[in-house]
């Protein structure tokens, strides 16, 4: 079952397309990622989903509810979380979610329910009162997402959620998030993190305001641009990676290098020797070894990607 | 390390912020050009035009005679006519004129008699707003001198502000003014803040409606205001002893229209300032000219044409005209029921426009 289709959702600003002809569907239940470039059109097309934006043409229903004829049921149904934290500063813990809870319809003893299994959910019981301002940036987060889910939305929009807080937090807020989906809410989620990225069901990546490829995480690595016919992708240690890969981009047989942690990431065509590149290295004062056969990394798939499409659109 | 070190770089960036910042930079230039053409044409200690109505119950040729002097004079514009002293006072007390000059009916018939009685004439002036009741009795100074009316024995009646004390006049006014200052600054602000702090987009994604947030945030900020009201009305006597002559509870009542007019005024400024300085910016380019043109301290009747015309659109004018009516005058409420019906049209057409550009605004 789809909780999100769209057909040819379009928005134009003027001369300006921000989300052009875009199609996807998103089915209950999964983690969906929503990457691209900063100004490629994905807040546009969030916007769009979430009410607050009419498209210029096209349609998308979310939760089966049209997204212009009944924004205001498409609204209840959804939760919404901003990179920014947007909660009221100035509001303690359980001030902002009772107020949110409020503004979604819940009172009395329903609100106060929901108040405290959100509580419980991301764990902020001993924050409660304090003021939202005052807490770490990780909590901040939690306590968005509490908002976000008090009205018990079947589907959430996250946007960019860990932008700028640390890496513990970060792996507590998708530990969350598995949860929620396990729970069977669906997440649509953006982030420029590809570890986050691979953590998805299903990715959708919009470049230069359409959408130019949908898939699993899986699918993407296995894509023609990203591992052409007859070439083999292999990770070599060596001890000083930076010199060696200016070293190595300068070979003929090197279609893409790139550094992946302290590794050299080298596409090359697959009839070329491991010696021939360790030789190389050896010539160019920067001696590699350890080299062994690897998939390509998400980062490898949208790099690669990216530069085909520019490449292919002037 | 010198203590000017970076003055050059800091100022020239300081240039680039003004040349970015067109809202600042416009209104910047756009206050003293707007200020100066009010003030120079607002403030014109020279009253002169004020609203006189006039009962002639005698009708003879000498009391005609007697208005078509006060005609010429610069003092009195005489607007109107009644027949009974008792519709000049109705008209005194709505504050639809300033002044009435009752003429009695054996006014023609003593002053031509040859006994040398001189008929007397009865002056009500408003004596509310002293300056304009001073110039009031000089028109009655001069025409003395003019030889035919030299025998008229005008008896001056200062009503409602009989000492022609200053603070009965600025109390009220100064209650209007002050709410006004504090009601538009705070809305402009709420509204520009959940802006900059990024909680208005989580409010645009939830089911509240536009008018739900609006009204939402008016009714804290009314409350506020008509604490505000009552501080002032209890300070006004305590300190300047000024009473309210009428009824306490229709201020009270009156004032609520008021105050939404000018916290949707502050609303409609958040729906086109994008940071809340820019707020403080405009809450000042509108409030400060409202304070000259409201009558708060020069009567309204001695402006221009086009200066006049633009008093009927603020709302703390019509506030002022109920705070001195009911304040001063002892005014009912089917004295000041005009402002009323001025204030609530505001209140809509205010509520409207800023609910309306609010959509636009957020995308």
Same mark, same amino acid.
């Given at each position: ?37 900063? #100004? ?123 932008? #700028? ?150 | ?48 035009? /004020? ?51 009752? /003429? ?69 006014g100064l209650i209007g003014v002050i709410l006004q200052l504090v009601t538009v600054a705070l ?96 809450? /000042? ?40 009516? /009911? ?37």
């Amino acid at each position: 079952m789809n909780v999100i289709e769209i057909n040819g959702l379009t928005r134009k600003f003027g001369d300006f397309t921000a989300v052009d002809d875009v199609s996807f569907n998103v089915e209950k239940g999964s983690i969906f990622g929503f990457l691209g470039p900063n #100004g490629s059109g994905k807040s546009t097309c969030i916007r769009m989903l979430c009410g607050l934006l009419a498209p210029t043409s096209g349609t998308a229903t979310v939760n089966g509810f049209d997204i212009v004829k009944q924004s205001e049921q498409v609204k209840q149904s959804i939760g919404y979380m901003n990179q920014a934290f947007s909660l009221y500063r100035d509001l303690t813990v359980e001030e902002n979610l009772t107020f949110f809870g409020g503004i979604y319809g819940l009172r009395g003893k329903e609100l106060a329910d929901r108040r405290s299994k959100v509580t419980d959910l991301v764990g902020i019981r001993s924050y409660a009162n304090r003021r939202a301002g005052d807490l770490s940036g990780g909590w901040k987060q939690r306590l968005s997402l509490a908002a976000a889910l008090i009205h018990e939305p079947p589907l959430i929009f996250l946007d960019e959620p860990t932008a #700028g807080i640390d890496p513990v937090a970060r792996r507590e807020l998708w530990d969350l998030l598995f949860e929620l989906a396990s729970s069977g809410k669906t997440l649509f989620v953006t982030t420029h993190y590809m570890d986050e990225a691979e953590r998805c069901n299903q990715i959708g990546y919009i470049y230069l305001s359409k959408l130019v490829l949908k898939g699993t995480p899986h699918e993407l690595k296995e894509l023609p641009e990203v591992c052409p016919p007859h070439t083999k992708r292999i990770a070599i240690a060596t001890l000083s990676p930076a010199p060696a890969l200016s070293a190595l981009k300068t070979q003929p047989f090197a279609v893409d290098v790139t550094l992946v942690e302290s590794e050299i990431h080298l596409l090359m065509p697959d009839d070329t020797k491991n010696q021939t590149v360790l030789d190389a290295m050896e010539k160019a004062g920067t001696p590699g070894y350890n080299v062994r056969d690897v998939e390509p990394s998400l980062e490898d798939v949208f790099v690669l990607l990216t530069r085909e499409l520019a490449r292919k659109m002037p | 390390m010198n203590s000017m070190y970076g003055f050059q770089s800091i100022a020239l960036k300081e240039f680039l912020h003004l040349r970015r910042d067109v809202t600042t930079l416009v209104i910047a230039l756009a206050i003293p050009v707007i200020q100066l053409i009010l003030f120079g044409y607002a403030i014109d200690f020279d009253i002169r035009h /004020i609203r006189t109505m006039i009962v002639d119950t005698d009708r003879s040729p000498a009391s005609r005679q007697f208005i078509d002097n006060l005609r010429t004079t610069d003092y009195l514009q005489i607007v109107s006519e009644a027949h009974n002293p008792m519709e000049a006072e109705d008209a005194l007390r709505r504050g639809d004129v300033r002044v009435a000059v009752i /003429i009695p009916p054996d006014f023609g018939r003593i002053s031509g008699s040859p006994f040398g009685n001189r008929p007397q004439v009865k002056v009500m002036i408003d004596g509310s707003d002293s300056q304009v009741a001073l110039r009031a009795r000089m028109a009655f100074v001069r025409p003395a001198t003019s030889g035919a009316e030299a025998g008229v024995d005008v008896r001056f009646n200062i009503m409602y502000n009989p000492d022609m004390r200053t603070a009965t006049f600025m109390i009220p006014g100064l209650i209007g003014v002050i709410l006004q200052l504090v009601t538009v600054a705070l809305t402009s602000f709420s509204l520009v803040r959940e802006r900059e702090q990024g909680s208005l987009e989580q409010l645009m994604v939830s089911p509240v409606g536009r008018l739900g947030l609006m009204i939402g945030k008016l009714v804290p900020y009314a409350c506020l205001a008509l604490i505000e009201v009552v501080m002032v009305l209890t300070l006004g006597r305590l300190v300047f002893d000024v009473h309210v002559a009428g009824s306490v509870a229709l201020l009270f009542l009156l004032s609520i229209p008021f105050v939404v007019a000018t916290l949707s005024l502050g609303l409609l400024i958040s729906t086109v300032a994008k940071t809340q300085a820019a707020a403080l910016q405009f809450t /000042i380019l509108i409030t400060l000219p409202s304070i000259l043109m409201s009558g708060f301290i020069f009567p309204r009747d001695t402006m221009p044409g086009c200066l006049y015309l633009l008093t009927f659109l603020l709302p703390v004018t019509y506030y002022i005209e109920i705070l001195r009516g /009911i304040v001063v005058r002892g005014a009912g409420f089917f004295d000041v029921w005009p402002s009323l019906a001025a204030l609530l049209v505001i209140d809509c057409v205010l509520i409207a426009v800023a609910t309306a550009r609010f959509r636009k605004t957020l995308v």
